[in-house]
């Protein structure tokens, strides 16, 4: 035979270049690509997307999506509660109509003026220590706010509560996209704006139950009285305290370690993830994380 006429079997075949002799069709319906085949049949080089999304989804995402509850909270009690106390703390604290207003707006004023400064703590010292160190002092400064004697310690306290806030707020968002594939991204943000809704909801419901309350306990020798007004501001800051209980279980962005050149301790959060999901061996879980910085900082 004719050196010309022989012909030898591709070593890989694609569906958009396959010879005329193959059936294009019949080989669709069989496997997409060869390419694809051996990825997902031998262990080789992966990037971020291919290794969360062989991670699966199951219990361990079903266990965030429950402590994004209170967290999604925190940043709706954090930053309205003020609205419904301003009432019954007028006579208290002896507020002005300026005291009020800027009641309402510090812990806007505080989110704004450190937006950039959490941002690059996020990025530095990792999604999860900004997370569990920002919800656990916020909580102590929002119940630290009901015990508040005068409304410049008031405003102050509020102020501190914006900029606390609005780190965790941000490696939420973070962390959220770095633990979920790309096909579940917008299932965990669709979830955390009805956990958002649902904060807005009870929050009135709260006040509206405990605001009205007419009782006054006195504390620090009788120079205070703790009011209805002043536990609704203690009971806000509970949401802050348990998102800071739940997250501390929970392992750093696998996507932060990949960035920092931690490549063994991403390969350990990808096999938690995996046996927390599937209920096998993480060890099972072997794959050889390939560092591309395009494949790290993009989703």
């Known amino acids: 035979m004719s050196p010309s006429l022989k012909r030898q079997a591709p070593s890989r075949c694609y569906l958009d270049n396959t010879p005329p002799w193959i059936n294009q069709e019949d080989l669709k319906d069989i496997c997409s690509t060869y390419d694809e085949v051996i990825k997902n049949e031998q262990e080789g080089p992966v990037d971020f997307e291919r ?87 916020t909580s102590i400064f929002s119940f630290a706010s009901c015990m508040s004697h005068a409304s410049w310690l008031l405003i102050l306290f509020k102020f501190i509560n914006g900029i606390l806030i609005s780190g965790p707020y941000a490696a939420l968002m973070s962390y959220l996209a770095e633990v979920h594939g790309e096909q579940q991204r917008s299932r965990i943000y669709m979830w955390l704006g009805v956990f958002f809704s649902l904060g807005h909801i009870s929050i009135p419901c709260l006040a509206w139950i405990i605001i009205p309350q007419d009782f006054r306990i006195p504390i620090f020798n009788g120079s205070m009285d703790f009011t209805s007004w002043r536990m609704f501001l203690a009971l806000c800051a509970l949401p802050e305290f348990i998102a800071f209980i739940v997250l501390t279980w929970f392992p750093e962005s696998p996507r932060f370690l990949l960035s920092k050149g931690r490549d063994d301790e991403a390969l350990e959060v990808f096999r938690y993830i995996y046996a927390l999901n599937t209920g096998k061996n993480g060890d099972t879980y072997a794959l050889n994380l390939r560092r591309v910085l395009g494949d790290v900082f993009h989703c």
Do not use: H, Q
């Not at 999506?65 to 006579?91: D, F, K, N, Q, R």
């Open 51 to 137: 290794a969360i999304s062989l991670t699966g989804y199951g219990k361990f995402n079903y266990l965030l999506l429950l402590a994004i509850l209170p967290a999604g909270w925190a940043s709706i009690y954090g930053s309205t509660s003020m609205s419904y106390v301003l009432p019954s703390a007028e006579c208290d604290l002896s507020l002005t109509m300026f005291d009020k207003g800027l009641l309402n707006s510090m812990p806007f004023a505080g989110m704004i003026v450190t937006a950039f400064f959490w941002g690059f703590l996020t990025d530095t010292y990792g999604r999860k220590k900004v997370l569990t160190y920002g919800y656990l002092t």
